[in-house]
């Protein structure tokens, strides 16, 4: 049974930095798991940001940004705003099959 | 405009059966690999199986595996999935998803119906 790690929770202020990752029960996480992010919102319906590592929808903001940072995936959000609060999904491909990690909440204060 | 309505939930008891349909509009369904995730109450997301966009490669979560089945008809722009043997444990929201590209998943989302599994 292949697990997905992420962080649950993490806190960023107005304007900050912060980086999510996501790791593979299996190893490394590479290019060839096709890396996702999706965020969520309180009763709303997941929204795609990021697919394969670190390319963007037409629709995600610049201060998104997608990358493999020590054998995992990184999602970072630069000049983070307040309607950043969500929570986040990384997704990956196990060949034919993906899986979800369990999320992260992401905080702004 | 691209649309994803999925219908046929409901109440089911433990050990019964349901077939969820996802209809498409605004878009060549044919060309697409399609999903199906579930969101169990307050939980987080699971995928649980693609078919890819002529049906001729299906892939499940071994969550699922030997008792769901998905199928899409592309005459009729709609993908489905076969609920078999359900437990309470698959009471969720279930999502149909549209593929961008190959191997770009995901990247359009039905608004969910829900299944609730309870006797």
């Known amino acids: 049974q292949t697990v997905v790690t992420q962080e649950p929770s993490l806190t960023v202020s107005p304007g900050g930095t912060v980086t999510l990752t996501c790791a593979s029960s299996t190893g490394a996480v590479t290019s060839g798991h096709y890396p996702n992010w999706f965020l969520q919102k309180p009763g709303q319906v997941p929204r795609a940001l990021i697919y394969?590592?670190?390319n963007k929808h037409s629709w995600t903001p610049a201060r998104f940004s997608g990358s493999l940072l020590g054998g995992k995936a990184a999602l970072t959000l630069s000049d983070v705003q307040p309607e950043d609060e969500a929570e986040y999904y990384c997704l990956l491909y196990y060949g034919g099959a993906w899986v979800f990690g369990g999320g992260t909440k992401l905080t702004v204060l | 405009q691209v649309q994803l309505v999925e219908s046929g939930g409901g109440v089911v008891q433990p050990g019964g059966s349901l077939r969820l349909s996802c209809a498409a509009s605004g878009v060549t369904f044919s060309g697409y690999g399609m999903h199906w995730v579930r969101q169990a109450p307050d939980k987080g997301l699971e995928w649980v199986a693609f078919i890819r966009y002529d049906g001729s490669n299906k892939y499940y979560a071994d969550s699922v595996k030997g008792r769901f089945t998905i199928s899409r008809d592309n005459s009729r722009n709609t993908l489905y999935l076969q609920m078999n043997s359900l437990r309470a444990e698959d009471t969720a929201v279930y999502y149909c998803a549209k593929d961008l590209l190959v191997l770009v998943p995901a990247a359009m989302w039905g608004q969910g119906t829900l299944v609730t599994v309870s006797s």
């Open positions: 394969s590592t670190s």
